[in-house]
């Protein structure tokens, strides 16, 4: 249980790494800055309604038993209101952990960004306490995010590896 918390900590940063596009011609297949997060795709499709301009964890990689420090900042085109969520799975190797449905309102709560998210520049750091019992091996986070109505706000996708200590 201690892993599966561990693992949701990557949450709130991903829900909140927002992102919008900066020129409709930019082509981008990663995330600015130093982290192992990146969009689902590449380039991250237009109709995207948040552009992260960085996202960087510290230390990177991250350590079991650390805290982590992650900062990140982007753009909101549009706002995002109450009953937008977040489909969460989390896999260690192959196997999947973790498969949920989260309401977004609650876990941008976490990083002190309230709900309705409001359309422009926005910034955000958050320091977090990495479980020392969280397994070592390769671990895989997809978030997809979405509006109330089903519109996709964003995809990320995190992968991490922890070793044996």
């Keep these: ?76 085109k549009e706002d995002i209101l109450e009953g937008a969520y977040v489909e969460i799975d989390v896999k260690y190797g192959l196997i999947r952990l973790i498969h949920q449905t989260l309401d977004l309102c609650e876990q941008t709560e976490k990083v002190d960004l309230a709900c309705p998210i409001k359309e422009g520049q926005v910034s955000l750091e958050r320091v977090v306490e990495l479980p020392q019992a969280i397994p070592p091996g390769k671990y895989t986070v997809n ?15 995190a992968r991490v590896a922890f070793g044996v200590k």
């Design 1 to 76: 249980m201690k892993f599966i918390k561990g693992a949701l900590i990557f949450l709130p940063f991903l829900t909140n790494a927002l992102r919008g596009q900066s020129s409709s011609t930019e082509l981008r297949t990663y995330i600015p800055g130093d982290s192992p997060i990146d969009t689902c795709t590449s380039p991250a499709p237009d109709t995207d309604l948040i552009f992260i301009d960085s996202v960087s964890i510290s230390p990177n990689p991250p350590e079991r038993g650390q805290n982590l420090t992650i900062t990140a900042s982007g753009t909101v």
């Design 143 to 157: 978030a997809r995010v979405f509006t109330s109505d089903d519109r996709e706000v964003t995809c990320l996708v």
